[in-house]
Structure formats: structure tokens, C-alpha cells
């Protein structure tokens, strides 16, 4: 069933360490050379070889996520700084001031805008009523 030296999309998702979905759109995009082969369940693609290219950037890429370093958080002080806090709180109701200032303003245009199409279409007839005059 399985031909030697080919790989099934798990086994080469765990090799290069991607995911399988990855490993199709490399099926797909011409990345990884491959056959479908059938079998009880339906077809399934198997990989014939791994190109040392993508090999060297699942290392790198391994290597990369290894050298991330956790930096632990520091301990919150027991005494909050009550002079930051109140700055803090300034700064935000200034900010929320402001952006409701401009949703007032936005708001307004929008009245305005919308005003003339509304009296056009209280003064708009249809055309049978100013053909024949009625109200």
C-alpha cells in the first residue's frame, strides 16, 4: 500500500514540522512533488521526496521558535501609584470626550444630508397624480 520512501501528508507535516493543512497547499502550489494514490477509503496524496530546501527552513524556522525566551511578568506593587491612576483617568475621559464630540458632529452632517431627501420625497408625485392632478 504505501510505496518506500514515500511520505503520507501527516508523516510529512511531523518532518517539517507544519501543519497538514500547510502541507497541501504545498501539494498544490507545486512545493512538494507528489502522487495520489488510491486507496479504500478514497484518493490520497503521497509525497515522493522532501526537498532540502523546505528541510532547511523547517530547521531554521525550529531553531527560531527555540531561541524565543519567555520573559516572566513582573509582580504588581502593592501601592499603586495614585497620582499615574488619576493622570491616567484624565487622559481617557479626554479622549472619550473628544470621540463623542466628533460622533455629535458626524452626527449633525448626517441630519443635514439627509433632510432634502426627505422633503424631495414628501414633494415627489408619482406621475399618474400630476398627470391627472390629483394630491
Do not use: C
Amino acid at each position: 500500500m504505501d510505496k518506500p520512501g514515500t511520505y503520507s501528508i501527516t508523516e510529512a507535516a511531523e518532518l517539517l514540522k507544519l501543519s497538514p493543512k500547510t502541507i497541501r497547499r504545498y501539494i498544490k502550489a507545486g512545493k512538494l512533488p507528489s502522487t495520489k494514490v488510491p486507496t479504500k477509503f478514497g484518493d490520497e496524496y503521497r509525497i515522493t521526496e522532501i526537498p532540502q530546501a523546505l528541510k532547511e527552513e523547517a530547521d531554521v524556522q525550529a531553531e527560531s521558535q527555540s531561541k524565543v525566551e519567555i520573559v516572566p511578568v513582573a509582580q504588581p506593587s502593592s501601592t499603586l501609584d495614585a497620582q499615574f491612576l488619576y493622570q491616567e483617568n484624565m487622559r481617557l475621559m479626554a479622549q472619550l470626550g473628544a470621540a463623542t464630540e466628533r460622533l455629535r458632529q458626524m452626527e449633525d452632517k448626517l441630519k443635514l444630508l439627509e433632510a432634502p431627501k426627505e422633503e424631495a420625497a414628501a414633494v415627489h408625485r408619482p406621475w399618474w397624480k400630476r398627470l391627472f392632478g390629483r394630491a
